[in-house]
């Protein structure tokens, strides 16, 4: 009975196993037909069979995304704790003398797109630590784990494609496309579809080289910005005091109010002086920790933020970055 045992155990071990493996070579088996799928439709859109070749031969799916995709947000932190994070005194101090060492260069993206330097150097700081953290996946072969995963298939499909299409061009080579594990490229992390909308070539080399090109870097970080409304004569926001508690129906991006209002309201400036005359300017009050935590008085630009990024931790920490940096 114990030799039975051991083998009756010994047996269900194999059959798990081998189910195991059978379902892995199914998914395997699944990948392989999405992907020939995939590359003749690349085909039928333009893109020559050469860069489908060198992009999409022999890449596989990466776990290691899948898990990133599916991880829930913690929503634990608050954005005071964001704040100290992302804002930190040595990513303010390499903001300044970044600032200064690429003045000239800033000045000209500035100029042609009407976005003050200071955001261009906030916005890369936030998202790659002034380019030294750009993401160690594969583009291609993390759009097209998503892609074949299910859960946004649709719009990663798309964002493939248009990653083919900027290697069919020559902007890069696939080895040489990294990003992060959404397949968020160069040190604006930008996707591949914002790349054909706002990507600019700088330095006129005839490549958009947002990975180690700080001209074009810069020009298709204020291209973006410039083409989603920036307002040139404007600043994003500021901080607030309140004489008198705000009812929280009154505050959040879409209730916006003029500079008179919210000054009858008891809002004033963070030290104490009056709301600037400013007619024709609305505002919105905006809470990140409630009640508990700081005010900020935000205009039209910090809308322009979001459309780079929807969170309102990240508008209001670029947004107070960029008038630290500018100090």
Do not use: C
Not at 102 to 109: I, K, V
Not at 208 to 226: C, E, H, K, M, Q
Request: proline share 3%.
């Amino acid at each position: 009975m114990r030799l039975t045992g051991i083998l009756g155990a010994h047996f269900l071990a194999l059959y798990i196993f081998f189910i195991a493996l059978g379902q892995s070579a199914f998914a395997g088996q699944g990948f392989d037909q999405w992907l020939h799928n995939f590359k003749q439709e690349a085909v039928q859109k333009g893109i020559s069979q050469k860069t489908v070749n060198s992009s999409l031969n022999g890449i596989e799916p990466i776990q290691r995304v899948i898990e990133l995709d599916r991880k829930q947000p913690e929503g634990t932190m608050t954005f005071a704790e964001y704040k100290k994070k992302v804002i930190s005194q040595s990513r303010i101090d390499k903001g300044r003398a970044l600032l200064k060492q690429h003045r000239a260069e800033l000045e000209r993206a500035s100029q042609k797109y009407g976005v003050p330097p200071q955001y261009i150097v906030a916005l890369w700081g936030i998202e790659t630590s002034y380019g030294e953290n750009t993401g160690g996946f594969s583009v291609i072969a993390a759009l097209a784990t998503l892609a074949y995963d299910g859960r946004r298939s649709a719009f990663f499909r798309g964002e493939l494609l248009d990653a083919l299409k900027i290697i069919d061009a020559g902007h890069i080579t696939p080895e040489t496309m990294r990003g992060s594990w959404a397949g968020a490229m160069g040190q604006n992390q930008f996707m591949p579809s914002s790349f054909h909308r706002f990507a600019v070539d700088g330095n006129n080399d005839g490549k958009r080289d947002i990975w180690a090109s700080l001209p074009d870097v810069f020009a298709s970080t204020a291209n973006y910005l410039g083409t989603s409304g920036w307002k040139s004569n404007e600043k994003w926001g500021e901080t607030v005091t309140m004489l008198q508690e705000i009812p929280e129906h009154l505050t959040g991006i879409k209730n916006k109010k003029t500079l008179q209002q919210w000054k009858n309201m008891g809002i004033r400036l963070s030290g104490g002086g009056a709301l600037p005359n400013a007619p024709g300017i609305n505002a919105a009050l905006v809470r990140p920790d409630g009640a508990d935590g700081k005010a900020y008085l935000v205009y039209d630009n910090y809308g322009v933020i979001m459309t780079w990024n929807k969170s309102v931790y990240f508008a209001t920490s670029v947004g107070l970055l960029a008038d630290l940096i500018a100090q």
